[in-house]
């Protein structure tokens, strides 16, 4: 395994060692099979942004017979009956708004909307011409000065007021309303005020104008009335109904009030001349599937959530490039197509992870990252269709599919590193495959102070230890891997704490490593939980040579400073080495290689951290996947290898087992 020798030559420059005796050791020990790596941060993922790529959903459109406006239907469903429905919460929870901006992706000319119900239900309502809407609480509201978003307002400071008049005819179909409204047109031009269809309790409206008080539209009434020659009532904003204007010119296109937080108001992406097209969020992602806009209040919330109904399949597809690289081999795209459908399943319907919001999951790490087809390609879409409805299972129960960025050359059981009951498929294991060179979370290191480590341990919480850290034993390493399960810090007055479980430890060491895999120097010492004494160290070997400090292997003679003056040595394979305070006198093997660890030509009071891996190092490591995949594994065995006592499995079969 190749590790990274990046970090060796500043260190160099840094250490300042002192002759006599020739060695300083320095390296760092290998126990069984390291380690190390890097984790992707999902963030950090994007790079080609290939929209042409982008996934085709079926969009099955039924026409009514006696449909005379073809491109529209009352019926054109945007999901087959068999399709597995995740809702995806874009903006809830503290993200809820009083206004959404949605646009279309490639310029289609407007939505189609939908009554929506919290199970999915969909119903048809209305088609409208217009690509660029904010999807708003009823109320007065005014722009930002960014123009990007509507805000509630008082009367006198409204872009669009709340307050309207509706005509005292209902309409029970579409269609109906729609000819009323063509109807009005004429007459509503001369008086230049918006007239649009309103949804209201499952029957269409008309209504007039958009007044900042009821007073204001009082007021217009009988103009109105008498220039569209129908009685009209004053309406007043409830706290169920929503409103779509244009968002620019903030004219109100549609109300939508069923009275009920049951229902929301659903749109969908029309195509753009017979091409498929997305909906749009304000920041660019762009999805295949309904944006649910319904009004939300607790105590806490107040505004219009905003949730995304996708195709199982599709939101697989646009989670994948989000938690992965898209560039990475087909099987490792396979092997998280499947992690990232199982934990979809796992999470979504009776088991809705966000279920207080209505949504199955969010789009963010928290649940899994869903940002659309930004970086949806070809390969990400033949690992998702080639795992079509595959899940993983242990026990005929879906798994919970836990990663992290980087392993670093070991994982750790779930059970050592969270406090939760032993899962068979979240176990430890050496993963020595994994290519530590990818990132700087493959290598690490991090040096704290005595005084420092006190102040870090203190403010983790450990306020018993008043003095500078004296010492830090690692106790013992989680089984089968090199994470640290238990420590005990201890101060210069002898008081002591012990720390159990990687996430606490990682949380008392907070700041000095990426990961709880790692091993301490100090004092000239290593201290790895395993050989408190260090017999067997591997690697490179420092010394003062004529040039300055070098790093040198056992193969090689060089001309060193001795306190007899400069001589030429060629270094054994076992060497004893001194540091000068003669703190470490030990045996060490000497191998041609790269540096693993570092060392220092005098001891240090300091605590450095050396580790490798980023994240929890529970389940799989997204790197080390990858690499999997390079070596030729398929992914069911890079599964397997990660999730031990797993299976592959139709989900559909696992529903139906469920029922
Ligand atoms: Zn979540």
Redesign the pocket.
């Known amino acids: 395994m190749s590790v990274s020798k990046k970090n060796s030559d500043d260190k160099k420059n840094k250490q300042t060692i002192i002759v006599r005796v020739i060695c300083i050791v320095l390296a760092l020990l290998m126990l069984g099979g390291v380690i190390a790596a890097t984790v992707l941060s999902t963030q950090a993922v994007g790079e080609d942004v290939t929209e042409t790529d982008v996934t085709e959903t079926d969009v099955t459109e039924t026409t009514e017979p006696e449909q005379t406006v073809p491109e529209e239907t009352e019926n054109n469903s945007v999901f087959s009956a068999s399709d597995y429905l995740i809702r995806v919460g874009i903006s809830f929870r503290d993200g809820t708004l009083d206004s959404h901006r949605v646009r279309t992706h490639k310029g289609a000319p407007g939505f189609r909307l939908y009554k929506t119900t919290k199970s999915n239900g969909l119903e048809y309502i209305w088609t409208l011409y217009n690509n660029d809407v904010s999807v708003s609480e009823t109320g007065n509201l005014r722009r930002s000065s960014g123009d990007e978003w509507y805000y509630y307002a008082s009367a006198s400071n409204t872009a669009a007021g709340g307050y309207h008049l509706q005509l005292l005819n209902e309409y029970t179909s579409r269609k109906e309303a729609e000819q009323a409204i063509s109807d009005l047109k004429d007459a509503a031009e001369a008086l230049e005020v918006p007239v649009f269809p309103a949804y209201l309790n499952g029957k269409y409206y008309i209504r007039v104008g958009a007044f900042g008080s009821a007073d204001q539209a009082e007021s217009e009434k009988e103009v109105i009335e008498n220039a569209l020659a129908s009685e009209c009532s004053v309406t007043s904003p409830t706290i169920t109904s929503i409103t779509v204007l244009d968002h620019n010119t903030a004219e109100v296109l549609f109300d939508f009030d069923m009275e009920d937080f049951e229902y929301g108001l659903g749109l969908y992406c029309l195509d753009n001349n017979g091409e498929k097209d997305y909906i749009k969020t304000y920041k660019g992602y762009y999805y295949d599937g309904v944006f649910e806009f319904r009004r939300y209040k607790n105590s806490s919330v107040d505004g219009v959530t905003m949730i995304l109904i996708s195709e199982l399949e599709t939101y697989v597809t646009c989670v994948v490039p989000w938690e992965i690289y898209n560039t990475w081999p087909v099987e490792t795209m396979k092997a998280f197509s499947i992690c990232a459908r199982t934990f979809a399943i796992a999470n979504s319907h009776e088991n809705a ?2 279920k207080d919001y209505d949504c199955d ?2 789009d ?1 790490s ?2 899994q990252v869903c940002k659309g087809f930004d970086r949806v390609n070809q390969n990400v879409i033949n690992g998702v269709k080639a795992t079509e409805g595959q899940i993983l299972l242990c026990d005929g129960e879906t798994i919970t599919t836990y990663y992290t960025d980087l392993g670093g050359g070991s994982m750790a059981a779930a059970h050592e590193v969270w406090n939760m009951d032993k899962r068979k498929y979240l176990v430890g294991q050496m993963t020595p495959w994994e290519d530590l060179s990818v990132s700087r979370f493959g290598d690490w290191q991090f040096t704290a102070t005595p005084t420092e480590l006190l102040q870090k341990v203190r403010n983790a919480g450990y306020t018993n230890l008043k003095g500078a850290v004296d010492d830090i034993k690692i106790n013992r390493l989680c089984e089968n891997s090199t994470y640290v399960y238990s420590i005990t810090i201890t101060d210069t007055y002898g008081t002591s704490v012990t720390i159990n479980r990687c996430r606490n430890v990682r949380n008392a060491l907070s700041g000095l490593m990426y990961a709880a895999n790692f091993v301490i120097e100090h004092n000239g010492r290593i201290e790895d939980g395993i050989n408190h004494e260090l017999q067997e160290v591997i690697s490179g070997v420092y010394v003062m040579t004529s040039d300055g400090i070098k790093m040198i292997d056992g193969e090689q003679r060089i001309n060193v400073v001795t306190d007899n003056g400069l001589k030429q040595e060629y270094l054994p394979e076992r060497l004893t080495v001194k540091t000068s305070s003669s703190l470490v006198s030990q045996t060490v093997l000497i191998k041609t290689g790269e540096i693993i660890g570092s060392g220092t030509g005098s001891p240090s009071s300091d605590f450095k951290f050396i580790g490798h891996g980023n994240g929890h190092g529970v389940g799989a490591s997204q790197w080390g996947c990858k690499d999997l995949g390079n070596l030729g594994y398929t992914y069911d065995q890079i599964l397997y290898t990660y999730y031990p006592n797993t299976a592959v499995a139709d989900y559909w079969e696992y529903l139906s087992s469920k029922e």
Do not use: G, L
Request: with cysteine.
């Open positions: 992870k966000h999951v969010c963010s928290d649940c």
